[in-house]
């Protein structure tokens, strides 16, 4: 049975309907941050001149240039189970369009997961954090289109595939940029569950900035949860046990592994294994080697960051402090700090 989008579950829109002035004329939405009030879902409709095969949802390059964007014909960015992603501009400027099917993902996924991460990203406001301009809501065909800022580098995870292993400088300055993200989605009550090189986008200055808020969650006064949710090569050995965590700590275990990929271009523990319960007895041992080349620092930060017991796991403004990320931190927060020019 297909699951039917009904905006209800993403919050009352009525008062932000747009009429268009006439069925040809295309209507130009200004998908720019405002200060008050950002990254509301507009519902959109779409006159027949924009349908190709009446019945069959409208291209993407339709959706976009009904918005005033303009895209590369195909030009598809990524995509994931239950999206795509294109890139498109506006004013000359760049943007990603993540679009996603709504009829293809599960009632919990729709009810739950979008409305989630729609309210968490639009809050958010910091230098290596991927922006969320806009949200379309399409309910005639299910769709959901996403505008984002876009980063031409590609994510984290393709850029260690095809250079190798980052060098200290340049993952001491990316880690702590990381660190300071996470760090402010905790500081707003905000967890991010899902950290990994995947979901960590390179921008044009080679600024670090995480993106897709799928998993993460607004807290209000307990910050423990018991949802199995994000990487199992990334999760703390407390979410694969399937016991209470603290999801401030999850995040940090799963920064530990993202250092450790980035340093040594590999996983830490052996991702053939059948089993959560397999997993978290390599996570115990800490069964992972390290190359000759990793200095002290490095790996005694990381190890640090990766305690079993969540509770022996320092938080991320403790972690900025561990050894490794210390050093050269003046020089580290002036590099950020020159990226911030992005915003302007």
Not at 96 to 120: D, G, Q, T, Y
Request: one cysteine or more.
């Amino acid at each position: 049975m297909k699951v039917v989008l009904r905006l209800r579950y993403l919050g009352e829109f009525s008062q932000m309907q747009q009429q268009y002035h006439s069925q040809h004329q295309q209507q130009r939405y200004d998908l720019r941050p405002r200060p008050n009030k950002r990254s509301d879902i507009i519902p959109i409709t779409f006159p027949s001149v924009f349908r190709r095969t009446p019945g069959k949802p409208p291209t993407a390059t339709c959706v976009l240039r009904h918005f005033g964007l303009s895209t590369y014909s195909s030009y598809e960015l990524g995509m994931g189970h239950y999206s795509k992603v294109y890139k498109a501009f506006q004013d000359n400027r760049e943007v990603a369009v993540k679009i996603v099917k709504l009829n293809e993902v599960s009632e919990e996924f729709l009810k739950r997961f979008i409305p989630r991460e729609k309210e968490c990203w639009s809050k958010l406001r910091h230098r290596n954090i991927c922006e969320l301009f806009a949200c379309l809501g399409c309910e005639e065909f299910n769709y959901l289109y996403m505008v984002m800022e876009y980063c031409p580098n590609g994510d984290l995870l393709s850029y260690i595939q095809k250079k190798g292993p980052l060098s200290d400088t340049k993952g001491r300055r990316w880690m702590r940029a990381l660190l300071d993200a996470v760090g402010y989605l905790h500081k707003n009550r905000i967890a991010h569950r899902d950290i990994k090189a995947e979901n960590v986008l390179i921008s044009r200055r080679e600024n670090v900035k995480l993106t897709d808020f799928g998993f993460a969650c607004e807290l209000s006064d307990h910050y423990y949860s018991r949802t199995y949710c994000g990487s199992r090569a990334y999760s703390s050995p407390e979410v694969l046990k399937g016991i209470p965590y603290d999801v401030y700590k999850n995040d940090v275990w799963s920064l530990g592994v993202l250092c450790f990929v980035s340093m040594t271009s590999s996983m830490p523990f052996r991702e053939d294994s059948n089993t959560n319960s397999a997993i978290v007895e390599q996570q115990r041992r800490r069964t992972y080697r390290w190359p000759t080349y990793v200095s002290p620092e490095c790996r005694q930060s990381i190890d640090t960051m990766m305690a079993f017991y969540q509770d022996d796991r320092p938080t991320t403004k403790e972690s900025k402090k561990l050894p490794f990320f210390l050093r050269g931190s003046v020089q580290t927060k002036m590099e950020c700090d020159d990226d911030s020019a992005e915003y302007a």
